[in-house]
T-cell receptor
């Protein structure tokens, strides 16, 4: 019940296309859903995050869509650029202890 | 502002040796997390501290691993004795408890031969 399932494991998208990464969870005690971006040789860094009281959050080319009833959330990258090539992690946090439960990661490659 | 600082950035050691990884969290942050990242298992939480006190060490793989936080600005993760399967990138992250973001350090790449 503590798992966050992320898919796909890897994704190749043409420059200018839309990249979509999906995550699903079971535990309704999660209250915060961030996406982290990790470049090779670096630590993960927060990209965008959402709380379950909203269905969508947009920051520039990055959008999180959240479906509370389905217990799913997804990251959409519009107009994908080669600089977006990275590994993306979704996560979910327990309100009670601030612990993040991480998805397995998606390696995104944007082809020029 | 300095971010989370980790040292060393790379460590190569031989099986059976003791390894100590170090972390300096962002000043003022009251939560500190140690993670391990491998291709096979992804990002795993090993242990986390709140106000220098270990809260959950259930992710520590075995007794060979230990972590301490003697003060608010320093933490260590020790592996003794090290084994080849401990080879991974170890990340330290910190956060301010009532805020949402965990800030990660650059990681320590550990290779145990």
């Amino acid at each position: 019940q503590q798992q966050v399932k992320q898919s796909p494991q890897s994704l190749i998208v043409q420059k200018g296309g839309i990249s979509i990464i999906n995550c699903a969870y079971e535990n309704t005690a999660f209250d915060y859903f961030p996406w982290y971006q990790q470049f090779p040789g670096k630590g993960p860094a927060l990209l965008i995050a959402i709380r379950p009281d909203v269905s969508e959050k947009k920051e520039g080319r990055f959008t999180i869509s959240f479906n509370k009833s389905a217990k799913q959330f997804s990251l959409h990258i519009m107009d994908s650029q080669p600089g977006d090539s990275a590994t993306y992690f979704c996560a979910a946090r327990f309100h009670s202890n601030y612990q993040l439960i991480w998805g397995a990661g998606t390696k995104l490659i944007i082809k020029p | 502002d300095a971010g989370v600082i980790q040292s060393p950035r790379h460590e190569v050691t031989e099986m059976g040796q003791e390894v100590t990884l170090r972390c300096k969290p962002i000043s003022g942050h009251d939560y500190l997390f140690w993670y391990r990242q491998t291709m096979m298992r992804g990002l795993e939480l090993l242990i986390y501290f709140n106000n220098n006190v270990p809260i959950d060490d259930s992710g520590m793989p075995e007794d060979r691993f230990s972590a301490k936080m003697p003060n608010a600005s320093f933490s260590t993760l020790k592996i003794q004795p090290s084994e080849p399967r401990d080879s991974a990138v170890y990340f330290c992250a910190s956060s301010l408890g009532d805020r949402d973001t965990q800030y990660f350090g650059p990681g320590t790449r550990l290779t145990v031969l």
